[in-house]
């Protein structure tokens, strides 16, 4: 039976982590990272929050997502974490962008929008229309 792992940079080193996630019923992974300041209590935490900030601190370590804690630079979490193909599972570095929390939510709106336009087959222009007093 293959095994299954996800690998997740550690101090600069890839490192897999088997066993220590899991799918939580909202449909994003979750990762065993004991330490991380932003961890829940039982030492989880949202494996697109560790991709981005392992990438914000190797490319942007100046980003304003960023906070210091004790040297080590870590997603704030003022901050939420888009997935561009809106696939909660797919935590690659490319699908993922850092977003306030109210541009994120303005993210999901708007896509929420387009799909409704696509499957009632009505324009933008159609769906906000005024309509004309009786």
């Known amino acids: 039976m293959k095994k299954?792992?996800?690998?997740?940079?550690?101090n600069h080193r890839e490192k897999k982590v088997s066993k220590g996630w899991y799918k939580h019923s909202s449909g994003h992974i979750l990762i065993k990272f004991p330490g991380h300041p932003f961890a829940h209590s039982n030492g989880y935490i949202l494996e697109h929050r560790i991709v981005i900030e392992q990438c914000l601190r190797?490319?942007?370590?100046n980003h304003p997502a960023l906070i210091e804690i004790d040297g080590v630079k870590y997603l704030s979490p003022d901050w939420d974490v888009h997935h561009w193909n809106e696939r909660k599972t797919d935590n690659r570095p490319y699908n993922?962008?850092?977003?306030v929390h109210d541009?994120?939510?303005?993210?999901?709106?708007?896509?929420?929008?387009i799909k409704h336009l696509e499957k009632t087959g009505k324009s933008a222009k159609q769906l906000f229309k005024k309509q004309e007093p009786r």
């Open 4 to 10: 299954s792992f996800r690998i997740v940079k550690e």
């Open 58 to 61: 190797e490319h942007e370590p």
């Open 96 to 99: 993922l962008e850092p977003a």
């Open 103 to 113: 541009i994120h939510n303005s993210l999901h709106k708007t896509s929420e929008l």
